[in-house]
């Protein structure tokens, strides 16, 4: 079956320019994640959906950084007047969350580059 | 550090030997899971071992966890060229609903 995708798989933005950021989830996934993967390093964790609402942003570094989910499927992440700093991949999870299921499914990400 | 830390940090071996990946950590958790990344793709989930198991097999891969210790280690056998990648341990500690800590992460290289 389909697996998580994110679009687009690459972006190269001008520092100050807005991006957005799509993950498609495996249909019927309740739980939705969004970490951001600096070179080099471990996944870092922004935000958290649970169908259409957002229970956890504490890891988003400010507030240029939105996340929605508005139908509960579709999650998009986006930056407002990005930065160097925001160069990162963009990575997105899916869980179907039961009881019994923690595994993430993960997305290809986006590798994001602010020039 | 909330997150878990793998050692070694690089390790690289010949096809056919074992690789043991360390992971450590210092706050309760509700389970921990191995993930493995290749260049340029996704995290691929391997295997999770809850807070009250101590051992886990899953084909050539075996996870032990000690929470006296607050570790863990993976451990994957015979292993081939294809194991090249990083492999990431990740501490669910039950609070955010599924929130994930990574380490930095071991860089496995597995030469033929």
């Known amino acids: 079956g389909a697996g998580v995708s994110q679009s687009p798989r690459y972006k190269v933005a001008k520092r100050g320019q807005d991006v957005a950021l799509r993950c498609d989830p495996i249909s019927g996934h309740v739980s939705l994640f969004w970490y951001q993967q600096a070179l080099g390093q471990g996944p870092e964790f922004l935000t958290y959906f649970q169908n259409e609402a957002q229970l956890d942003k504490s890891g988003l570094p400010s507030d240029r950084f939105f996340a929605e989910r508005p139908e509960g499927s579709v999650s998009t992440l986006k930056i407002q007047r990005t930065q160097q700093e925001d160069s990162a991949v963009y990575l997105c999870?899916?869980?179907?969350?039961?009881?019994?299921?923690?595994?993430?499914?993960f997305g290809p990400g986006t590798r994001l580059t602010v020039t | 550090s909330q997150q878990g830390e793998e050692d070694p940090q690089a390790l690289s071996i010949q096809e056919g030997e074992n690789a043991t990946m360390n992971c450590s950590y210092k706050t309760s958790i509700n389970n921990l899971q191995w993930y493995r990344q290749n260049s340029g793709r996704g995290l691929v989930h391997l295997i999770l071992?809850?807070?009250?198991?101590r051992e886990k097999h899953s084909g050539r891969l075996r996870v032990t966890l000690d929470t006296s210790k607050k570790s863990s280690s993976l451990l994957i056998t015979a292993s081939r060229a294809a194991d090249t990648a990083s492999y990431f341990c990740?501490?669910?500690?039950?609070?955010?609903?599924?929130?994930?800590?990574f380490g930095r992460g071991t860089q496995l290289t597995v030469w033929p």
């Open positions: 071992i809850r807070s009250n198991e």
């Open positions: 999870a899916s869980s179907p969350w039961t009881s019994e299921t923690y595994e993430q499914y």
């Open positions: 990740a501490i669910d500690r039950g609070s955010t609903l599924g929130r994930l800590y």
